[in-house]
């Protein structure tokens, strides 16, 4: 038998390819997304909660918390590497997405195995730091892959979805993971969460990037003719993600992520603050608020917010969310009465967060279309990148502020900076006609249909 005839049968065989179904790329974007979102539910709420419980001091609480966080702020060192090295005939993306997961797989069962005890604080932060560089890496390598191939008309519902996904996973993660380590011990919350991660997961080994590649190493495939932004040197693919990082789209961009990354981790810090010190909450009962307002809010993210993205296009919606926010926000303020009653706090906490919500999936599609193509995995990364140095400027900010001005200066603070962020996105360039599909992409979604 020739080779076209064994590739030919096997892709008849195949689900459609990520780049031939507006549909697949939805729910597999949903699917990958609900995957990352279970070990982040490990490391950065249930392992630190658990060692607090179990009396570890708070300095080991809060290296467990850095472990978590620092390969996240080294992804652009994965995305050049992922630019640069793949095996084309298996995708482009496809095969960083599948070994991080394999390695998660496998870090998950061989700690289940060792199962250390809250004491061993060396082996607990190591699994934490591997845990995180590996959920960092297939963060990457899903990125990198919703940027090839998602048209531009529809990343805001791919944002969507994939923050939906995210936010379940994290819940899930978190929830189960605690309860199993509370009633069932170590090994036995670890396997639970290897369970949960293979159902999701098993979607990337399933669904080609593109038509007529391999699904896997041993099957029929080649590498295909639709990827044209190769490049087997470093240097000129870190000057492509340079470059487009600092023309004017980039710069701007840059801008609008930073000033929303510090606007975003005063608004958390001072929620949480106001929560604890105004109302006198306990951390139970915040962190049930927190709980379900991101649910809630990945559910909007995941329904009418990713379809006002598409629709109204993501400059659009980051600058109405910014000038919705500030006197919502600000309306709180002005009397300080209205802090007494717990309900109205509620009431605040989630209409603010509506637009709040919006301007972030607005500032994700934002981020992508500055992306540069023929460096995505890097450039998105670096894009990436200013997040946490934006969170670390609005954790430096909060205490000049309380001095300033209180909690007034502290939230106000937070909604001029949205503010600001959405008037910048007047200087990004306008997209190309959210309200009309790609004429490409219709072109290809009647031939499936």
Known sequence: MSAGAVISRDTRLALPAFADSSRLRLLLGTLLYLAQGFPQGIFFYAMPTWLAANGESTEVVAMAAAAASLPWSLKFIAGLMMDRYTWLAMGRRRPWLIGSQICIIASLLA???????????????????????????????????????????????????????KVFGIAAGMAGTGYLLEYHGFASAMMGMLVLFLIPATAALIIRERAGEKLLPWTGGQRSPEITFVNDKLLPILWAALRNLLRPQGLVTVLVILIYSVHQRLNEMTDALFAIRQLGWNQAELGSLMGVSNVVMGLLCLTLGGWMVDRFGARRIALWSGVIALPVMGVYLIDDALWADDRLYVAW????NVPLFLFYLANLVI???????????????LFAA????????????????????GWQAMFGASAALVFVAGLLTLLLKPETDPQQPDAGAVELEGRLA
Request: charged content about 15%; hydrophobic content about 60%.
């Open 111 to 165: 700690v289940s195995v060792i199962s250390p005890r809250p004491e061993q604080t060396a082996l607990v932060i190591g699994f934490v730091f591997i845990l995180s560089l590996l959920t960092a890496v297939q963060d990457v390598a899903l990125d990198a892959l919703v940027v090839d191939l998602t048209p531009e008309n529809e990343m805001g519902r791919m944002n969507g979805f994939m923050f939906g996904g």
């Open 349 to 352: 906490f989630f209409i603010k």
């Open 386 to 405: 200013i997040v946490p140095l934006g969170f670390m400027v609005g954790a430096a900010l909060l205490p000049l502020l309380e001095d300033m001005g």
């Open 367 to 381: 981020m992508m279309r500055a992306t540069a193509k023929e460096a995505a995995a890097l450039s998105f990364a």
